[in-house]
């Protein structure tokens, strides 16, 4: 007869205790917003890691070769932040697991060379335009990730990233000499009203309807994560902690009033 209770008694706290389980492991597995990262997530920290050993090598040669004291300035100021953003792109890619390159790419060692052999007014127009333009391309990537990635950490890499390489691009225009003319323009997505008028334009599309776009956004939208958040996961171990305890007590009584 005891035996029997005894294991009833397990049958019902299996059956309570398994969903909670269940939801516990499930909230513990890593998800897109844990440690994993993405290519793109990958694809940033390379950009800036190599973006900040060319710039920092440029303006080791600002220092002698520069002939504007407000190109010297810059290249001062972008050489301590770029010093700093560099260690935290190697922080954030040792805890998830990225290999960094070690130097600059092709085209960054090419700038290098160039500049190597400039000295004096040639060297500061040079300097300040190659820099300036490639801060513009690392910005475009940096504030991608910043609104696209699910990984918190390269969340806020990104942030420091955006605000660092925005101050650079106003420090490097603040010394009067990045030609306007040369940097690319923006390339900026469409808006509704201009993919509206394109596909007026075109006579054999046809121009999708509001409801058509939101379905469409529906369809293609990112799964949400379903993972109970802490609170849900410690009210979980606390539930079963109480089953656990009244399990032992239910199974002293049955003992004792045998």
């Keep these: ?23 516990v492991a499930h909230a513990a597995a890593p998800g897109q917003g844990g440690s994993n990262a993405s290519q793109s997530d990958q694809d940033v920290l390379t950009m800036v890691m190599q973006s900040g050993m060319w710039e920092i090598a440029a303006g080791g ?19 301590t932040d770029d010093t700093s953003l ?23 060692q090419g700038w290098l060379s ?36 699910k990984n918190d950490l390269i969340k806020q ?5 955006v605000d660092t390489v925005m101050k650079h691009m106003t420090v490097l225009e603040d010394t009067k ?11 900026l997505p469409s808006t509704t009203d201009q993919q509206a008028q394109g596909g007026a334009a075109d006579p054999g599309g046809a121009t999708p309807t509001t ?11 990112a799964p949400v994560d379903d993972r109970p958040g802490p609170a849900e996961v410690l009210v979980g171990v606390l539930l079963i902690g109480v089953l656990a305890w009244g399990t032992v007590m239910i199974i002293r009584r049955v003992v004792n009033s045998a």
């Design 177 to 187: 000499l990045v030609d306007a003319n040369a940097l690319p323009d923006p390339a």
């Design 114 to 149: 160039q500049l190597h052999d400039e000295a004096g007014a040639t060297f500061d127009h040079d300097y300040v335009n190659l820099v300036r333009q490639a801060n513009g391309k690392v910005f475009t990537a940096v504030a991608a990730a910043r609104a696209g990635t």
């Design 211 to 221: 409801a058509q776009v939101a379905q469409q956004s529906n369809t293609t939208a």
């Design 61 to 79: 040669m600002a220092r002698n070769q520069a002939s504007a004291a407000a190109v010297r300035t810059a290249a001062a100021t972008l050489v």
């Design 157 to 161: 890499f990104a942030q420091s990233a």
């Design 86 to 108: 560099n260690q935290q792109a190697a922080q954030a890619a040792e805890k998830l697991g990225v290999q960094l390159p070690g130097q600059p790419d092709a085209d960054q």
């Design 1 to 23: 007869m005891i035996a029997r209770v005894l294991v009833l008694l397990a049958t019902v706290v299996l059956a309570v205790m398994s969903p909670i389980t269940a939801a």
